[in-house]
């Protein structure tokens, strides 16, 4: 009898879609890097986040079943068929140190870009501090465009002395002379960002289109506000989404985006331009027994994953 062994969902190390672990980074020969940053050290209310990116690797483990990629009937396209990735594990975090995490986050990006600039970074957070030191490791690709998915604007300059925080990101995001712009999808609900801000962000040509809007434009309408053949960066935080598919989250929003909206979405701005990288924040799975969340989260990854690299083919 063959002694091979069955790479099934149930067995083995926990990777992204069990894929192969590198934690040597010197030769990333993949399409796709995933890295996990599991910080949650700038919440203020409701930590957890920490444990996303360990969720959303075991959700996702049930992609391992297929070599040759998923078929998706309504479509007729099978997802992810042919990408090659590899899972790069976790950035070290540091106890009670919210700078030097940030900081290893960071130079944990700027290394596996600069060994394969060809290569698409996936990070998993963490809360939603993590994309910016992503984006300032991305300088070497900009310029692009910025689209946040999330249910809070998070541009709050300051508050009681902090600048980088999970209420922070977008404004600090903004600094950066590579971004050209930014669109946010599915603002909605009460938020930590005030009427100021708000403002602030509408004058330097922040769009912000929230689930009301989004219903009255439609799917098309909405991924036709970005540039057409543009460059984006996409970051998710996962409360865009309506509370019950993401109840294990820091701030469930009720009235987001549901499942498939956000995934069509996605699929469009696959189409629409070039994704530089990606990232998804704010899985919180101990608010969450079912483990919906990380379910949700991996799909909406493993879908978006496959339609940029459709795209990609398709232009080659």
């Not at 910080?39 to 079943?65: N, Q």
């Not at 995490?101 to 290394?111: D, F, G, P, S």
Request: proline share 6%.
């Amino acid at each position: 009898m063959e002694n091979k062994k069955l790479n099934l969902p149930l067995t083995g190390i926990p990777t992204f879609c069990k894929a192969p672990l590198r934690e040597d980074w010197s030769n990333l020969q993949a399409d796709v890097a995933v890295l996990g940053v599991p910080f949650d050290i700038s919440v203020g209310e409701r930590p957890g986040a920490r444990f996303g990116p360990k969720a959303i690797r075991e959700a996702s483990c049930v992609y391992a079943l297929s070599g040759s990629g998923f078929y998706d009937h309504e479509i007729d396209a099978y997802c992810m068929e042919g990408v090659n990735i590899v899972d790069c594990g976790d950035v070290n975090m540091s106890h009670m140190d919210a700078q030097r995490c940030l900081q290893n986050t960071y130079e944990a990006a700027l290394e596996i870009i600069s060994k394969n600039p060809k290569i698409l970074l996936v990070s998993l957070g963490g809360d939603h501090a993590v994309p910016i030191p992503l984006l300032r490791a991305f300088k070497g690709k900009g310029p692009f465009h910025v689209v946040q998915f999330d249910s809070h604007l998070d541009y709050v300059d300051e508050r009681y002395g902090i600048r980088e925080a999970h209420n922070n990101t977008m404004r600090r995001i903004g600094e950066l002379d590579y971004v050209t712009g930014m669109t946010a999808i599915g603002i909605h609900g009460i938020s930590s960002t005030s009427r100021e801000d708000f403002q602030k962000a509408r004058s330097q040509g922040f769009s912000i289109i929230g689930p009301r809007e989004f219903r009255r434009l439609g799917v098309e309408k909405v991924v036709a506000k970005l540039p057409k053949g543009g460059r984006f960066y996409v970051t998710i935080d996962i409360d865009v989404l309506d509370a019950p598919w993401a109840p294990g989250t820091g701030l469930p929003s009720p009235g987001g985006l549901d499942f498939n909206e956000l995934v069509d979405t996605l699929r469009g701005v696959a189409e629409r331009g070039e994704v530089v990288g990606l990232d998804l924040c704010e899985v919180a799975p101990i608010y969450d027994p079912a483990g919906t969340t990380g379910w949700v989260a991996a799909a909406a990854l493993v879908d978006f994953i496959g339609a940029i690299f459709r795209e990609r083919k398709k232009r080659t």
